[in-house]
């Protein structure tokens, strides 16, 4: 029955396009979620400003990164899909968990220290305490289950000891989460630098594939990806750029690695590249198609989005009315 399955979030920011590595790590398998928990999909805008950011930019990338989850097999009937911004009650939930949250925790937060690295000019509160809000974006909806790459397990057990150390003070309010390992989850290497996750904010275009990069793009892009001079396309820890070639591939094919050796026995890293490229290309055509498709229809969009936030918001306000009856907030 629908009533007893499982509640999942999970967000993405709107900072760009998203990568094959978004792709493959989490978005493929928010559609496949859907069939078996109670899914809600989250556009994560208000994380997105703790690097400062063009407005208007914001604003387009939002509604196109909607538009690109729909055109990845999100279904509004089945899933909520919302714009964080769009319900105020995460922000005043933040604020009430941000008073049961030890500083020194957040200190221990690693990708505070990496921001704060690549952005010294602007090293601001948000980017210290947006795991607080990350903590409130999970416990508002009461998700049992949250879908975590290896980067974001750390703010995850925050979250939880948040959700615990509230519970002992208050008595019984939250649900403590528990992570999501997607079991056909892949990481996505850079196809310029194998050791290093592919990233949108790589310097070196080459290194990553956007969703929305036309066929062309994706070739060239593939056919320029780091190797090494040994020849036989084999998985291998000192052979990183083919072994995460051969994932990608993997992926797409559904062939293990032992099936994708026999393939190309014998034959260059050059078909190979290809034979990735093109699989890769073949994946992303119809997405692209239905992405214009969606985007164009701006009513349709704004139906989603608005409806989504509804009902994001009927179970995030009753989350936050029953704190703030339990902090001793004063109801009118």
């Known amino acids: 029955m629908e009533e007893q399955k499982k509640r999942i979030l999970s967000g993405i920011q709107p900072t ?38 063009t407005p208007a930019d914001l604003r387009r990338q939002t509604r196109e990164a909607a538009a690109l989850l729909l055109a990845c097999g999100i279904d509004p009937d089945r899933s909520v899909l919302f714009v964080q911004s769009h319900v105020p009650a995460h922000a005043e939930l933040s604020w009430v968990l941000s008073c049961s949250t030890p500083f020194g925790e957040l200190t221990r937060m690693h990708q505070f220290k990496e921001k704060s690295a690549r952005h010294p000019e602007d090293i601001n509160a948000g980017l210290f305490t947006y795991p607080v809000l990350m903590a409130a974006d999970i416990l508002i909806y009461n998700a049992d289950l949250v879908p ?32 999501y390992i997607p079991k056909t989850g892949a990481k996505i290497m850079s196809l310029q630098e194998p ?104 009513a349709y969009l704004d139906g989603v989005l608005t409806g989504g936030a509804r009902r994001a ?16 907030f004063l109801q009118i």
């Not at 496949?32 to 994560?44: F, G, K, R, W």
């Not at 918001?313 to 001793?328: E, M, S, W």
Request: aromatic fraction near 10%; charge should be positive; glycine fraction near 8%.
């Open 148 to 179: 975590v790459g290896i980067d974001q397990k750390q703010h995850l057990e925050l979250a939880r000891n948040v959700a615990q150390r509230f519970n002992g003070v208050y008595g019984d309010t939250f649900v403590v989460p528990d992570g």
């Open 313 to 328: 918001a009927a179970i995030a306000d009753r989350t936050v009315t029953k704190v703030y009856k339990k902090v001793g």
């Open 16 to 53: 760009g396009t998203f990568t094959l590595g978004n792709y493959v790590g989490a978005v493929r398998n928010w559609d496949a979620l859907q069939s078996d928990y109670n899914c809600i999909y989250m556009i994560a805008n208000m994380h997105a400003i703790t690097v400062r950011q």
């Open 195 to 298: 050791e290093k996750k592919m990233s949108k904010s790589d310097t070196n275009v080459n290194g990553f594939v956007l969703m929305l990069d036309d066929a062309d793009t994706i070739v060239r892009k593939f056919k320029r990806a780091v190797t090494d001079s040994d020849g036989c396309v084999r998985a291998a820890g000192d052979k990183p750029g083919v072994t995460n070639l051969m994932s990608i591939y993997s992926v797409f094919t559904g062939r293990d690695y032992a099936a994708i050796e026999k393939e190309f026995a014998g034959r260059g890293y050059g078909e190979f590249k290809l034979a990735v490229a093109e699989v890769v290309k073949d994946a992303f055509a119809p997405i692209q198609a239905e992405y214009k498709r969606i985007l164009a229809d701006k």
